[in-house]
């Protein structure tokens, strides 16, 4: 992996970090970042590809860091936001610092709700407080508020109340605030789509399966995102996604986004989460996008 070095002087090509995790099995499920990091490249940027925790990278060193595949992130909290605002204060992050902590934290889906913006019906459980009032009458799902992958995610019916409160007892244990939603059925028939868009600008999207079944624990490993293939928006979609855009904070400087979406019971889009992080971009599905990222990056390196 290499690492950057300081530099005294800045030079026309600018350094660019594409930032990534070490994993714990030794083999990176980023299979976009090779062929990124060579057409970034190929724009004539020096680039890099990094782990986000190594001590020896000098991050002042580059011109522009991007977080790319930090997928560790949400289990390594405490450790991963004082980074991002370590590294912004000595060089332009992609995304910036105040947007990586406005959504390392699921709440925003409320704020969403109450911009006008759809967007499931969320209940916040922190650490202390009872699991009383779970839902009786439909399937529902519990996951932390911050959290990935499906990481920590379960599926209940009203007779798994009691691995439900269990379930929220373990993440509470760990400091883990909760979250309680209604299951939304239309996944399991139409699926979930992600908008992806560049710059504020739609790119592409894809559509997936259903992640949660009753037969997986929540504390087992998931497929994060299972049957994904190339999807063409419709036009609620694209607009209720730029409508979740619109309402984040410092949202003219995303350099990149994902929106994902499901259908309520009406059949209209609502947004399941926004991935302005670390979001996976599918690229290896849209290879025709890979240059336009690619042009994206080094051009915001480039000021």
Known sequence: MPRSTSRTSRTSDPRIALVTYAPRQGTSLDRDLPSLRDAVAATGAETFVVHWDDPAVDWASHDLVVIRSTWDYTWRTEEFLPWVDRCGAVTRLANPPGVVRWNSDKRYLGEL?????????????????????????HEYVVKPAA???????????????DVARAHIARMHAEGLTAMVQ???PAIDTSGERALVFIGGRFLHAVAKNAVLSHATAYDERKVAHPGVRPWTPTAAELATAEAALAVVPGGSELLYARVDLVDDE?????????????????????????????????SAARG
């Open 266 to 298: 009406d059949g209209a889009p609502c947004v399941m989460e926004l991935e302005l992080i670390e979001p996976n971009l599918f690229l290896d599905l849209h290879p025709a996008s890979l240059p336009v990222v690619a042009d994206a990056i080094a």
């Open 147 to 161: 959290g990935a992958g499906a990481r920590y995610a379960g599926r209940y019916r009203a007779d798994g109340h």
């Open 113 to 137: 709700s109450t911009r006008g913006v759809p967007a499931v019906a969320t209940r916040y459980l922190p650490p202390g407080t009872e699991p009383d009032g779970l839902p009786g009458d």
């Open 182 to 184: 209604p299951y939304m």
